[in-house]
């Protein structure tokens, strides 16, 4: 799996976002050898652009999918966005890094809220989710 260094450790370029409604996105690898302003001109290119106002704004926050992985794994449950740990999140910066000449690191995922109270209150949603990353990230 291919890794960005972000404030001294090992972040992994792959993602997966959560909008303020809790609705999920992302997945994506980095290309190695290309620079920081090369890929930013991809990342563009590709329609990353369009992102940028967005993810300024605070409406959409990207998740790293490897952080959901060991979430799900752990045993863990998808809180709303304000509850999660500051490393479950990936920059405009990260995402940049991670796009490739044929795709942007990010997708979409949305599903209802199992109840009226947590969109997925034992995991489940969050399993399959993580189990569906590890599969296309391997």
């Given at each position: 799996?291919?890794?960005l260094p972000?404030?001294?450790?090992?972040?992994?370029s792959k993602s997966i976002g959560l909008t303020q409604a809790g609705e999920a996105m992302g997945c994506g690898t980095s290309k190695p050898g290309l620079?920081?302003?090369e890929k930013l001109?991809?990342?563009r290119k590709l329609g990353g652009g369009d992102l940028e106002p967005v993810l300024a704004s605070g409406a959409v926050a990207l998740l790293d999918a490897q952080w959901i992985i060991s979430h799900a794994e752990?045993?863990?449950?998808?809180?709303?966005?304000?509850?999660?740990?500051?490393?479950?999140?990936?920059?405009l910066a990260d995402l940049v890094e991670a796009t490739t000449y044929g795709s942007l690191?990010?997708?979409?995922?949305s599903y209802p809220w199992l109840t009226k109270d947590h969109p997925d209150p034992r995991g489940a949603n969050l399993t399959r989710v993580a189990r569906a990353l590890k599969a296309l990230l391997t």
């Open positions: 799996v291919d890794r972000i404030h001294g450790t090992q972040r992994c620079a920081y302003e001109k991809l990342w752990a045993g863990g449950v998808l809180n709303h966005r304000q509850a999660l740990p500051k490393e479950a999140f990936l920059s690191p990010v997708a979409a995922l």
